[in-house]
């Protein structure tokens, strides 16, 4: 499928509300050829913010010879490294520094732009915003850890670090004599990761009367016993009054599948729509409700796209795609359709 670079902005302006912010609002009329060209303004945009409001320190545990005590004093690694005939002990402390572990992943990945394909301009404004990194280590991009925490004094860095995450795990590919480059485009797993949050961001900024959230969903148990159970995690799941919407957002190159020539869809995506439902409706067992499913996939290239409304033990369960290839006005245009389709909000 064939998404417009434009496209992918929008998606992540909804994904990471930050970018809605004055600063970031020029790099919606850009034109730009490849994600990593759009990546790059993203990030050189929200390094300049953050070097403005000051990039963040934290306390990094040292180690080496001093001539003078700080800290606590490493007696064997002393006698070990013979420190003490230079006059010297080696000794642990903790200092504040810009070597933050944010601020590496920010460093490595902007090193990595400036050896991908995106413009000279681009590349210049990179190479300013580094001299500010003199004194951060940059890591292997394999060995980064991504699942780090956010206290308040860092929370401007969350968008930051999902940008730097979408440029190295999504973008980055090893050529066969071990150099890099950058594709056009985020693979599958990083664009359905996207298609998922955008799609939740969506509702939850144009419908604030729905209560939007990818929420779990507890199994209809008869007995107390619970191991071994898989967790059933919602994309999004949309409720308002009495009525509840569950979205799988399913984000693949082909949607159907192929048998003898007979195309159809994948069952195990309709088993997995129909568990939320009934297991969502029985949680609800006593109160008004209606419980509906809705499959929506990326729109491919195929020749034939599921437009499919079926009832199913009660329950309304549609079928279809949303195309992301077209004017960003026509996106909204595809979700407000399935919010006036299935609570009558337009």
């Known amino acids: 499928m064939s998404i417009p670079v434009q496209n992918i902005y929008y998606m992540l302006s909804y994904a990471f509300q930050t970018l809605t912010q004055q600063g970031y609002k020029n790099v919606a009329t850009e034109p730009f050829e490849n994600v990593a060209e759009l ?10 913010a953050q070097i403005k409001r000051g990039l963040r320190r934290a306390y990094i545990q040292t180690q080496e010879p001093l001539s003078s005590l700080r800290g606590k004093l490493e007696v064997s690694e002393s006698i070990k490294s013979q420190t003490m005939l230079r006059r010297q002990m080696v000794c642990t402390y903790d200092e504040f520094s810009l070597n933050a572990y944010e601020n590496r992943i920010i460093k490595t990945t902007m090193e990595l732009l400036l050896r991908s394909n995106i413009s000279k301009a681009r590349k210049r404004e990179l190479r300013r915003l580094l001299e500010y990194f003199g004194d951060v280590e940059t890591m292997e991009p394999s060995a980064i850890r991504w699942n780090l925490p956010y206290d308040r004094s860092c929370q401007t860095y969350r968008m930051l670090v999902s940008v730097c995450y979408l440029v190295i795990k999504g973008l980055l590919q090893t050529n066969s004599d071990g150099t890099t480059r950058l594709m056009d485009f985020l693979d599958e797993q990083r664009m359905c990761r996207l298609y998922e949050r955008f799609i939740l961001a969506y ?14 969903i507890p199994w209809a148990l008869d007995g107390d016993s619970r191991a071994l159970l898989p967790v059933m995690q919602s994309d999004v799941t949309l409720s308002y009054q009495d009525k509840v919407l569950i979205i799988d957002a399913k984000y693949y190159a082909r949607t159907m599948l192929t048998h003898y020539d007979i195309q159809t869809l994948r069952s195990g995506h309709l088993y997995q729509i129909f568990a939320y439902v009934k297991n969502k409706e029985a949680s609800l067992a006593g109160m008004p409700h209606i419980v509906s499913g809705l499959l929506l996939y990326a729109r491919t290239d195929e020749p034939l796209q599921p437009d499919n409304s079926y009832h199913m033990s009660g329950n309304r369960i549609d079928v279809r795609t949303l195309d992301l290839g077209c004017d960003f006005s026509q996106i909204a245009a595809q979700l407000n359709g399935i919010a006036e389709d299935f609570f009558g909000i337009a």
Do not use: D, N
Not at 39 to 48: R, T
């Open 39 to 48: 990546c790059a303004a993203i990030l050189s945009k929200g390094v300049s």
């Open 203 to 216: 509702y939850r900024q144009e419908f604030p009367q729905l209560h939007a959230a990818a929420l779990q």
